[in-house]
């Protein structure tokens, strides 16, 4: 069974705009983490946001933030003032306590001009 | 800081070698490693995780045998590709984490393409 559910396969937004990319995820577990990695077309995985399970603050990274809902499991990435070095394939990621780093399919975000 | 390099970036090799490939965390002692393998428009699939001194620990479905992982040092763990076939043809990226504490953040290499011909 799927752990982590990203919805949109591929998204949109031009040049300066907002874009929010959805994430949801399976845990009965209330230890655990939560992450938001971004790879380009250079495909190098780098890290664009963490957050605990326990923090109740939402993470914040400059133009990037999350929409942290425990009750929910959902945990949506908001990326603001769009440009074009933000076109990547984004992937949320979601680990119980000590267990291994599970993968969304992916969000691929394409900034236009 | 948290920087993970790999090498190479790229091989080709015949099919029955064996090819290696090296990850090594340049600003950080790395006490677990980690191996995936991502196919086109794909997500990435874990292979194997690995702690220095320590055998690796591979995921269901993964052969041992043919996917070798040796973490020697804190900074370094190597992926050797015994008698690699087309089929083995993919982009593996490793990754490394500080401790093996709970959630602990990982930090990717640049990945390799191998292909296999």
């Known amino acids: 069974a799927q752990t982590v559910t990203q919805s949109q396969p591929e998204m949109s937004v031009q040049e300066a705009e907002t874009v929010t990319l959805s994430c949801t995820y399976d845990t009965s577990e209330s230890n655990y983490y939560l992450f938001w990695y971004k790879q380009p077309p250079s495909r190098q995985m780098i890290l664009v946001i963490r957050q605990e399970a326990y923090k109740q603050q939402n993470a914040t990274e400059n133009r990037f933030s999350v929409n942290f809902q425990k009750a929910a499991k959902s945990f949506s990435l908001k990326i603001s003032d769009s440009q074009l070095g933000d076109t990547a394939m984004y992937f949320c990621a979601f680990i119980e306590g000590w267990g291994k780093l599970q993968f969304g399919a992916g969000t691929q975000v394409v900034v236009t001009p | 800081g948290a920087v993970v390099s790999q090498h190479p970036s790229w091989v080709i090799c015949k099919s029955g070698t064996s090819v290696k490939i090296e990850c090594r965390s340049l600003?950080?002692?790395?006490?677990?490693m980690f191996w995936y393998r991502q196919f086109p428009k794909q997500s990435l699939m874990l292979m194997a995780t690995?702690?220095?001194?320590?055998?690796?620990?591979?995921e269901q479905g993964v052969e041992k045998d043919k996917f070798l992982i040796n973490h020697a040092s804190l900074t370094l763990s190597t992926l050797t590709v015994t008698s690699a076939h087309p089929e083995d043809s993919s982009f593996y990226i490793c990754s490394a984490s500080r401790t093996s504490g709970a959630g602990d953040t990982q930090y990717f290499g640049p990945g390799t393409r191998l292909t296999v011909l």
């Open positions: 690995s702690n220095e001194g320590s055998k690796a620990t591979y």
């Open positions: 600003d950080f002692q790395a006490t677990t």
